[in-house]
Each structure stands twice: as structure tokens, then as C-alpha cells.
């Protein structure tokens, strides 16, 4: 069945989305480099990582398993998983690098010749380095295997701290798969994760009439060539990806939540994570797409996708915004609203300093309008905060896609 509304990427043209994709993967793997910082001070450092944990967890086995039907390679191998980190946002595209090697189904390698968060963490000293490549990994990458095979585990062959300090690659792990190994069970947070609107919510089926591929069914390759999917494919991975970042921040809501003293830290907490990405996206989408039109840059944000989540009416210098599926889930776009004009500040401002946002309407239903001020406004703290990620500023480069054949 078609989904109530149509995508906002579809008005896109098939080059300009196989650029956007990439772009939205990454901007995923930012919200926690705009998030954890807010954690660390409210919480320390440990708390920090085991939100990530609880984060992570709750949320990639429910949007693996939707991107696997979306593109129509379900399995149980090590093929299967490897598609999948290929098109999760905890493993954007050269930023952080994986390089597979297939040995068989059942067996197969995975290393890291750039980890742009190792690159964001390693200044903050071996603590943060060890929180991130041990304690928060062990956990969630084997919660992302599970979506594919419960008996999969993803063990480390090196990983930082690294030794020597220039080590490369940066990592390297295996992953195996064998029915003697005792399944691994969903963490707590994924049952709460599951039953959310974003996790069932239905998008149109990819036109396999389309020109160009529409699923990723072939062979693995070692660098995906967004611009070989279809129009179609290229609009559903993008509203995909978008899902998979509500997802994340919903399960990182659930994690806030369960240790702030009360609701008004943890809204505080949400809404600076929400701020300081919704900036350094929306200047990643305006750049990569060279656009100035600060609505244009509204409609095509994460924060107002997928169409079929967030109820809104995009109009020529206004947005207009309803109760939907995003607002009962308690999503990006219900920390906005009258009162609430910080996240849509970071956006416009993100396009030029001297817009504005005016908002009106009540807390359910609203409309922001984007005005003009005479004075440039400073950068808001929460997206200076996400500019010291690497990857606010990282440069993706043409690559060829090879297939990978098994070793």
C-alpha cells in the first residue's frame, strides 16, 4: 500500500540523492558526537557510555532488519551483516572506513583504515578511547549482528588504544557464525525501540521499474556506488536512513530519561543533542546540494523526515507542523514548537546567521516562519560542540565499487 504521504526527497533528482544519501549517513553517526558531550557533563563519563550502549542497542536491530526488507537481501550470513553496516549510520561511508573480506557465509573480516570517531576521541585521552572501542562496541556490535543471525559474534583481532600511537589500521575484527555459540539476546531497550511508530511505519515499495538497481540482492562490493540504485531505491534509502536516525534518538531519549532527575534535565539534555545536529546538518545538506534557501533546506532535514513520520506542510518561507507519528512517539519534531525555536534557529542559520525563525500556533500544531535580522546571530554552543567532530567538516571522495569475492 502507498504510505499517506509522499517523500520529500522524491522532488530530488537520482545524482543529487546519490550525493544526499552519504551525507545523511554521516550527519546519523553526528548525533552522538553532539549528544554524548550533554551526557558526559550531566552524567560522567561511564554513564555516558553505557547510555550509548542502551542507545545503540535499542535501536540498530530494529532499523537493520528494515533496511534488509527495504532492499531485499535478508539472510542469516556474514554477507547479510556486512550489506548492512554498509547503510547504517554507525558506519558512514569512508569516514569510517570498513573494509570486509569474506572468507565464506559463515566467516569473515571486517578492519578500519579511518575510524573518524577514533579521530574525534582520541584527544580526549585513552579513558574516552577505551569507553568507545571496548565497552560500548563489545555490546552493540554484536546487538547489530543479532538482526541478521543470533549466533553471529564480532570479535576483536587489534583495536585501539592504539600501539604505536600511528597504527593502521585502526582496527580489525572477525565475524563468525556458528550454531554452537549461545544466541544473543535482544538488550531491554530494543523491545521499547520495536514497538515505536518509526519502527513499523510504512514507506512506498521501490519501483522495480525504475532505471538503475532497485535492491541490493547482488554480490557484496567494497564501496557502495549510491549512484548505481534507482531513483526510486535512492528516495527510500534516504527516508531509510532518516527513520534510522529517529530510531537512534528515541532510544537515546529512553536512556536520558531513565537517569535524569527529573523531566525538565532530560528535555535539556534532548534538546541540546537536537540543536547541535540539527545545525551541522543542515549546513552538510546545504553545501553538499549547494543551496541557500533555508525552507528548502528545512524540507530535505532529517528532522522533517521521512513525510510519512512528520505531519508538516512545507510552504515558500514558512513550515508548518501537525500531530503525526513523530509527535506521538515524542521525536525530533516534538522538541519544537512555540517557546521551543532553538533547533529550527540552528537550521536557518546554518544556510545564513541573520535568519530567524518566528513560531506561532499551540505545542501540537505550529507554523515557523523564517524571517530576516539586521545583526548576524553568534553560533548557537550545542552546534560549536558537534563542530569538533572530524566529521563536520569531512570531505567524501569518488570511489569505484568492486565486488568482494570470498577469499
Request: glycine share 6%.
Amino acid at each position: 500500500m502507498p504510505s499517506r504521504s509522499a517523500s520529500r526527497y522524491a522532488a530530488l533528482s537520482r545524482a543529487e540523492l546519490a550525493t544526499l544519501v552519504p551525507e545523511l549517513l554521516l550527519v546519523g553517526q553526528l548525533i552522538d558526537r553532539s549528544g554524548m558531550a550533554w551526557c558526559i557533563s550531566a552524567w560522567g563519563r561511564e554513564e555516558m557510555a553505557q547510555i550509548a550502549i542502551e542507545e545503540w542497542a535499542g535501536a540498530s536491530p530494529v532499523y537493520t532488519r528494515r533496511m534488509q526488507r527495504a532492499l531485499g537481501y535478508e539472510g542469516s550470513d556474514v554477507v547479510t551483516i556486512f550489506k548492512g553496516l554498509q547503510l547504517d549510520i554507525g558506519a558512514p561511508p569512508q569516514f569510517m572506513d570498513f573494509r570486509y573480506e569474506v572468507t565464506d557465509p559463515w566467516h569473515g573480516t571486517f578492519h578500519l583504515d579511518h575510524c573518524g570517531a577514533l579521530m574525534d576521541v582520541e584527544p580526549m585521552g585513552e579513558e574516552y578511547v577505551v569507553s568507545m572501542c571496548h565497552d560500548i562496541e563489545d555490546p552493540t556490535f554484536d546487538a547489530t549482528a543479532v538482526a541478521t543471525n543470533p549466533r553471529a559474534q564480532v570479535r576483536p583481532v587489534h583495536r585501539p588504544p592504539r600501539s604505536p600511537a600511528d597504527r593502521h589500521p585502526h582496527c580489525a575484527w572477525t565475524v563468525t557464525i556458528d550454531e554452537s555459540h549461545p544466541p544473543v539476546e535482544p538488550l531491554a531497550p530494543y523491545f521499547t525501540i520495536a514497538a515505536t511508530r518509526a519502527a513499523t511505519l510504512d514507506l512506498d515499495p521501490i519501483d522495480t521499474a525504475d532505471e538503475g538497481a532497485g535492491d541490493y540482492s547482488g554480490p557484496l562490493v567494497g564501496d557502495v556506488d549510491f549512484a548505481a540504485f534507482s531513483h526510486s531505491a535512492l528516495v527510500r534509502i534516504a527516508d531509510e536512513v532518516c527513520l534510522q536516525m529517529h530510531l537512534l534518538n528515541l532510544s537515546f531519549g529512553l536512556a536520558v530519561r531513565a537517569r535524569a532527575v527529573d523531566g525538565t534535565q532530560a528535555l535539556e539534555v534532548m534538546t541540546k543533542q537536537l540543536v547541535g545536529i540539527a545545525g551541522i546538518a543542515a549546513e552538510r545538506i546545504a553545501r553538499a546540494l549547494d543551496l541557500d534557501d533555508p525552507v528548502r533546506v528545512l524540507e530535505l532535514h532529517p528532522l522533517l523526515n521521512p513525510a510519512a513520520y512528520v505531519d508538516a506542510t512545507v510552504l515558500d518561507s514558512a513550515v508548518s507542523v501537525r500531530p503525526g507519528a513523530a509527535t506521538q512517539d515524542g521525536a525530533w519534531i516534538a522538541l519544537c514548537g512555540p517557546g521551543r525555536e532553538r533547533p529550527l534557529q540552528a537550521v536557518v542559520r546554518a544556510v545564513d546567521p541573520h535568519l530567524d525563525v518566528e513560531v506561532s500556533g499551540t505545542a501540537a500544531e505550529w507554523t515557523a516562519r523564517v524571517v530576516r535580522r539586521r545583526d548576524p546571530a553568534p553560533e548557537a554552543d550545542e552546534v560549536a560542540v558537534t563542530r569538533f567532530s572530524t566529521g563536520s567538516s569531512f570531505a567524501f571522495e569518488p570511489r569505484r565499487s568492486l565486488p568482494i569475492t570470498p577469499v
